[in-house]
C-alpha cells in the first residue's frame, strides 16, 4: 500500500519568513494533493498536482510535484499567522475496480508566531 | 453555493453502542467518500459512495458501513463501537475531473465522535 512521509512533522517560524513542507511517497505519485486543517476541523483544499515537474500557485503558497523523486513540496513565502494549521498531503492511490482512493500523510504542525 | 455539511458536529457514545453519521455534499457532487482521522493522524480512508453503491472501501471491519440516498447524500453506521472508534469523521464529495481518474475532494467540517 502507498505511504505518504511528510517533513517536518512540526514547524515553529517567525512572521515574515519562508517556509518549506515535503511530502514524499513510497510509490510513484499519479495525483497529489495538498489540504490545510485547523484544529478539529475540515480539511481546506489548496493544490492538485498532476504532472511531473508542476508547479501550481495560490496567494503566497507554491506546489510542486516531482515525479522523478516521487516527492512533493509546499513552499510559503512570507508566513502570515493566518497560514498557521496542519497542512496534509494526499495521493491518489489505486483501489479496487480501477477506482481511486486518496493516501494522506499525517500531516505538518505550522505555528507562526508574529 | 452551500459546500458539504455534516451531522451532528459532536457526538458522545458509550461502548457497544451503535451511531449513525451524516453528510450532504457540495452541489453538483455525486460522490461520497468518508474518512476517519484519529487525534494527530491523517485521514484515513473508510469508505465511497457512487450511485448508491459502495464502490471503494478502506481496511475497516463490517462494523463501518453506510449508504448513500438519491439525492446523493449519505451516512455512516457504526456498530458495536469501541473505544478506538473516537475519532474525527469526515466526509468528502467529488465530482470525476475531465480526462482522468484524479478528483479533488471538498471536505465538510467533520463529526467529533467520543466513545466512552
Known amino acids: 500500500s502507498q505511504e505518504l512521509e511528510q517533513s517536518p512533522q512540526s514547524l515553529i517560524v517567525q512572521e515574515g519568513k519562508n517556509l518549506t513542507i515535503n511530502c514524499t511517497s513510497s510509490k510513484t505519485l499519479y495525483g497529489l494533493y495538498w489540504y490545510k486543517q485547523k484544529y478539529g476541523e475540515g480539511l481546506i483544499f489548496l493544490m492538485m498536482l498532476q504532472k511531473g515537474g508542476e508547479e501550481k500557485s495560490h496567494e503566497k503558497i507554491t506546489a510542486k510535484l516531482d515525479e522523478k523523486k516521487q516527492q512533493s513540496s509546499l513552499h510559503i513565502t512570507a508566513s502570515q499567522p493566518s497560514h498557521a494549521g496542519i497542512y496534509l498531503c494526499g495521493a491518489d492511490s489505486p483501489g479496487s475496480g480501477g477506482y481511486q482512493k486518496v493516501t494522506f500523510g499525517i500531516g505538518t504542525k505550522l505555528q507562526v508566531i508574529p | 453555493d452551500a459546500g458539504v455539511t455534516q451531522s451532528p458536529t459532536h457526538l458522545i457514545k458509550t461502548r457497544g453502542q451503535q451511531v449513525t453519521l451524516r453528510c450532504s455534499p457540495k452541489s453538483g457532487h455525486d460522490t461520497v467518500s468518508w474518512y476517519q482521522q484519529a487525534l494527530g493522524q491523517g485521514p484515513q480512508f473508510i469508505f465511497q459512495y457512487y450511485e448508491e453503491e459502495e464502490r471503494q472501501r478502506g481496511n475497516f471491519p463490517d462494523r463501518f458501513s453506510g449508504h448513500q440516498f438519491p439525492n446523493y447524500s449519505s451516512e455512516l453506521n457504526v456498530n458495536a463501537l469501541l473505544l478506538g472508534d473516537s475519532a474525527l469523521y469526515l466526509c468528502?464529495?467529488?465530482?470525476?475531473?475531465?480526462?482522468?481518474?484524479?478528483?479533488?475532494?471538498?471536505f465538510g467540517p467533520g463529526t467529533r465522535l467520543t466513545v466512552t
Open positions: 468528502a464529495s467529488s465530482f470525476p475531473l475531465a480526462g482522468g481518474n484524479s478528483y479533488e475532494q471538498y
